[in-house]
């Protein structure tokens, strides 16, 4: 068996109604606290006004900082500039994938003098250092499974964008509280663009050719009860607390093996394209995961094993069996096309680009851990296809 390495956050604690351990997390750490939150759908919820009553409840001390839109340095510095004299005990991030970003961003930075341009993969000139404060993660959407990694990615956006991680193994959240309840008011767009990010990182870490036993055993739990209720939290079931468990365990999962497999081309791509354009990460992974997924399987041979993985995964998605694997590869296709439809409609429609635009994003894509090798040439024609079609 080959040798690994696997990272994950000290506590999971999971579950309907777990909201309630949050005081005694932080307590763990100290009595005050600096929370993350978005701007809406949590208050809209009910739960935020229960929140704070436990903490008043528990003699905690807090202040709010609010997210809204993708996370981006300014955001992070500006809310570093305003606590970094008065440090808190812990910081909590209560909300989205941008929410937990933001939130880790800031327990990092708070500790090291500059700007977090400064530290960032590609962007900055400096080495994040291992210390930071205690970062508590609590997901509200069930998608970008950041509430398990070591790393934030923040962005700017325009001509000289940019969607660069900030990354340390030290910056895996101590604890991730996850309770589905919290997800039941997720609004509909925003529970399908999630979803497709979570699947996406499922299968591309599946895919993976540094992938392990481990994370596949994990991937595969994650797309067993992905399959079962993301297209039913998309329409009749939202308000299903079992259905988004079940998508709250595959974001996590996803997050997991995301971070100790990696991932493939369309995170690759879709980082890059996040930099040149606001749109929702989970909506640029939700339209490029079939046509990126295809190129790939035409490029694959049939004694490569990434077929028999695809063929795996179609199984659990469409609860069929197929016989040969570039069947089931094909049908995985399908399927993802199928989802696509029923989810994230083609949002990139709308969007100005021009074939400059589309051979930069496609020079400056990565492919790492994709099974097949793509070509500039090859991710400008996906990329074309999915703005013309």
């Not at 808190?88 to 880790?104: E, F, L, N, Q, Y």
């Not at 925003?190 to 979570?198: E, F, I, K, L, R």
Request: glycine share 8%.
């Amino acid at each position: 068996m080959q040798s690994f390495q696997f990272f994950s956050p000290a506590v999971l604690d999971f579950g309907p109604g777990h909201i309630a351990h949050l005081p005694r997390h932080i307590l763990s750490f100290g009595r005050s606290i600096l929370v993350l939150k978005g701007t809406k759908s949590l208050e809209r919820s009910g739960h935020w006004q229960t929140i704070c009553q436990s903490f008043k409840d528990n003699n905690i001390d807090w202040s709010i900082a609010t997210i809204s839109g993708e996370p981006s340095p300014a955001t992070v510095d500006a809310i570093v500039n305003n606590y970094r004299d008065q440090l808190p005990d812990c910081v909590v991030s209560i909300g989205g994938g941008s929410v937990i970003d933001t939130g880790k961003a800031v327990a990092a930075i708070l500790t090291m003098p500059g700007s977090v341009k400064d530290y960032l993969e590609k962007v900055g000139h400096k080495t994040p250092e291992p210390r930071r404060i205690p970062f508590i993660a609590v997901p509200t959407t069930s998608g970008t499974g950041s509430e398990a990694t070591k790393n934030a990615v923040l962005s700017e956006i325009g001509p000289q964008g940019f969607k660069a991680s900030l990354r340390h193994d030290s910056y895996i959240p101590e604890i991730a509280l996850i309770d589905p309840e919290l997800m039941v008011h997720c609004p509909a767009q925003v529970t399908a663009a999630a979803g497709m990010d979570a699947l996406s990182q499922l299968l591309e870490s599946y895919f993976s050719t540094v992938a392990t036993p481990l994370t596949d055993a994990l991937a595969l739990s994650g797309l067993e009860r992905l399959s079962r209720s993301f297209p039913a939290v998309c329409n009749s079931m939202a308000n299903n607390v079992d259905c988004r468990a079940d998508m709250a365990y595959a974001a996590y999962v996803s997050g997991l093996t995301l971070a100790n497999a990696g991932l493939g081309t369309v995170h690759g791509v879709a980082g890059v394209f996040g930099g040149y354009h606001s749109l929702p990460h989970g909506e640029i992974c939700g339209v490029l995961l079939a046509p990126m997924m295809k190129m790939t399987l035409d490029k694959l041979d049939n004694s490569d094993p990434a077929l028999e993985k695809m063929s795996h995964a179609a199984s659990l998605l469409t609860k069929h069996h197929y016989k040969k694997a570039r069947e089931g590869a094909v049908a995985l296709i399908n399927h993802l096309e199928w989802l696509q439809r029923e989810t994230v409609l083609n949002q990139f429609k709308g969007i100005n680009l021009t074939d400059e635009d589309i051979m930069i994003i496609a020079e400056e894509s990565g492919n790492k851990n994709n099974p097949a090798r793509l070509s500039a040439e090859d991710l400008k024609t996906v990329l074309k296809g999915c703005v013309t079609s």
